[in-house]
């Protein structure tokens, strides 16, 4: 079973930075290794539906934005750790969520990796707060 573990998250003020990191253990229930699985956030708001933010695909690496964060915020990846970080600079308060690590194998098989419902793992989510 693939786990995914967030951290990083905070109170920062606007314009502020903030790094998040999601560390992956273990395997698919197909029995893919998490190095061979792609990685994305969310985050979620009280009151409003998971967003996509972000996704990173382990196959040439290539990087994909939601409009609200593309040119604040990068995803990387360092597979010695099993870890891909999600940078966070020029923050605003309508940054402040919940953020939400999550994992699949066919999220980009329909083209629909900004749907929650295409990945299969997800971590417990870590705060980020950010005031003006």
């Known amino acids: 079973q693939v786990q995914l573990k967030e951290s990083g998250g905070g109170s920062v003020q606007a314009g502020g930075s903030l790094k998040l990191s999601c560390v992956a253990s273990?395997?698919?229930?197909?029995?893919?290794?998490?190095?061979?699985?792609?990685i994305g956030w969310f985050r979620q708001s009280p009151g409003k539906e998971r967003e996509f933010v972000s996704v990173?695909?382990?196959?040439?690496?290539?990087?994909y934005y939601s409009n609200s964060v593309r040119d604040r915020f990068t995803i990387s990846r360092d597979d010695a750790k099993n870890t891909v970080y999600l940078h966070m600079n020029s923050l605003k308060p309508e940054d402040t969520a919940v953020y939400y690590c999550?994992?699949?194998?066919?999220?980009?098989?329909?083209?629909?990796?900004?749907?929650?419902?295409?990945?299969?793992?997800w971590g417990q989510g870590t705060q980020v707060t950010v005031s003006s």
């Open positions: 999550a994992a699949g194998v066919r999220i980009f098989n329909r083209g629909k990796y900004y749907d929650p419902g295409e990945y299969e793992y």
């Open positions: 273990g395997r698919t229930v197909d029995d893919v290794p998490v190095n061979n699985v792609h």
């Open positions: 990173l695909s382990w196959i040439g690496r290539s990087t």
